[in-house]
DNA sequence: GAAAAATTTGGGAACGTTCCCTTTTTTTGA
DNA sequence: TCAAAAAAAGGGAACGTTCCCAAATTTTTC
């Protein structure tokens, strides 16, 4: 038992093999199968296609963009393909590029520098036509020395002259606090990053004291956590929480960075008897997949992954098209996704 | 403010120009930068560096695979990128066939047979160094007549002549419903589904039948429970479940065909007042990431996603450097993760 | 020290397309 | 009917590499 059947092989059949078959010339056959239709005749057209349908030929794309320049490729270059947050704007940026006649290349990062500019050296030689990128190094100059059209997924306002797609970090705190709020909470820990961007937490942060001080409430900062965003820093935040004095006076509710940590700290909390929704209001952010699966399924600020990517994919199809225009950045709100681990508190009041 | 730099243009530097600034000739630089490197004297190689250097120049791979016939690209085609399980295996493939310097294309068919042949298509015409890839048809001849060295993921074994990945599902059941008897069980329940691919079907309903029948069992037709491996699904099963006549005598235990299905189940479930881990036992399969972090936590079957993505890489490799070789198979098994979904009943026997 | 051998270099064809320009054929218009 | 215009088809260069073979240069050998 063998790997490839030996009769399968011979693959080689070009457009000359077309040609010759359908008695016509390389020009021709060349009119008929590239998209800006040259004038052929009715007649040699279904000659062509009948010789193409007879070889089995298919077109070497490869070859073509050697003389078009175009590659019809697209990188899209995330921090970890396995997170669902990156993979649903991966899929989201490949459900509209692909009936555009692109193909999506997913690169994953691991939140490396070094993969990193790897990518960048393989978007340098294979020549993608454009690429769409969440990057940690905020190194725009690298970005814009790509030398192909970019789109930046993130809220780095360091980005300058490039077209940025993202979350509007600042909105989407705020609607989570403007919720715990309305609800009854007054005493509103957060718990955020100091790892990675640094803008993240800044924005996170700011859109925080911003709203206690519209509120009129007390800034406590034994009440700004900062912990990884993942499954650790979860675990690490609910040592923390539990380690301050008295601290069921202190805070009545816990806004998490992401959800990862929203997830595992009520979990940790559970072990101590403290149940989210019950004993103290939880919300996360992102509204991964897992989250309405918990017990109690998590509230959280949904981030629109879906039209992030979708908007990434057509501003980059625009951009492609028009390398000069005027930059665009587009940022889109966050929405509650209301759910059982915040308690109503204004009944109690 | 606008899009690009426009003094970054001109960005066509090939290997002429290079050549030209060393004082060499074409060929000549093609030998430095060409992997197999055929003899240049130590003095013209520092020339040709340093001009390569001097002018940023980087080599262009597509333009290269057209002489070579080597794209450098794989692809990898899977059900969906945002799933867990997939993304998983096509992360690990990524990180098996990078470091010898392959890019992973992940093309998402969302089980959809035309998204599946316009990916054969784009085989065909990007010419593909190699596939890795989940079929939902079972058309083993589109895949030998790709033309391009194949490695299939899961468990066909109509795919006779074709390398193939995947998990032992048999064994996997095996193992569960192992557990299951171990801890007292007797009354097994069995979800699974007769959507796509037939083969999980009857592979799964097969070990089930058969581990019944090893111990001694009896079959009730009513306990195999057909629905579809999704959130739905899960909803379904509960709904069945609980229309079973006195089914709380019929079932104590319910072994579901995977994690989606037992997750969403056991929230369904819940909602009735009925615990999994105290009420009734439930075990699913896969091991998705959202499974630890259910509450109770799920137990599960667990499948090697990793070791299956590595395989797959590294089988492909070996196929692509050897298309003639003899066909392999590689079957890993699944493992438990025990968490708490499981009730022990052998003390209360 | 010259022939032989080995090493290094260069010239051009080739990969499979597209594109420009020219030639041939068909259609149009008076 | 014949010139002019339009449409269709062909020929070859070009895209940026690699590869083969021949030429030039250096090294080895007797």
């Known amino acids: 038992m063998y790997g490839n059947d030996p009769n399968m092989s011979k693959q080689k059949i070009s457009i000359h093999e077309v040609a010759r078959l359908a008695g016509v010339s390389k020009s021709t056959v060349s009119r008929v199968i590239s998209d800006k239709g040259g004038s052929v005749s009715h007649e040699t057209l279904e000659k062509v296609q009948k010789a193409i349908e007879q070889l089995g030929y298919r077109k070497n794309i490869v070859a073509a963009g050697l003389r078009t320049q175009k590659t019809y490729m697209v990188l899209v270059m995330i921090p970890d393909v396995a997170n669902p947050f990156w993979s649903e704007i991966a899929r989201a940026v490949q459900d509209t590029l692909e009936p555009e006649g692109y193909s999506v290349v997913i690169g994953s990062t691991y939140w490396s520098e070094e ?3 790897r990518y960048y050296e393989l978007a340098q030689m294979a020549r993608f036509d454009g690429v769409i990128l969440n990057s940690v190094t905020d190194n725009i100059d690298l970005i814009k020395n ?3 059209p970019a789109v930046l997924i993130g809220e780095r306002s360091a980005a300058q002259n490039i077209d940025t797609v993202g979350t509007d970090t600042l909105q989407a705190t705020k ?17 955020t990053s100091d790892h990675g961007s640094e803008r ?4 996170r942060a700011r859109a925080y004291k911003d709203f206690l001080h519209e509120k009129g409430l007390p800034f406590d900062p034994a009440l700004l956590f900062s912990v990884n965003l993942d499954a650790e820093g979860g675990r690490e935040l609910a040592k923390q929480l539990l380690g301050l004095q008295n ?5 009545d509710s816990l806004f998490c960075g992401n959800d990862i940590v929203a997830i595992t700290a009520m979990n940790e909390l559970r072990k101590y008897g403290i ?21 109690p399924p998590l509230t959280t600020v949904r981030k629109p992954r879906e039209r992030i990517g979708v908007a990434a994919a057509q501003l980059l199809l625009r951009r492609m098209q028009d390398p000069l225009g005027a930059v665009e950045k587009h940022l889109f709100p966050g929405e509650l996704a209301i759910r059982d681990t915040v308690i109503d508190r204004r009944k109690k009041r």
């Open 115 to 117: 993969r990193e500019s």
């Open 146 to 148: 790509l030398g192909v």
């Open 175 to 191: 609607i989570g606090m403007e919720y715990l709020y309305e609800t009854g909470h007054r005493k509103i820990a957060l718990a």
């Open 200 to 203: 993240y937490l800044s924005l």
């Open 247 to 251: 601290w069921a006076e202190r805070v």
């Open 275 to 295: 149940i989210a929704g019950i004993d103290l209001s939880i919300i996360g952010m992102d509204d991964v997949p897992a989250s309405s699966q918990t017990y």
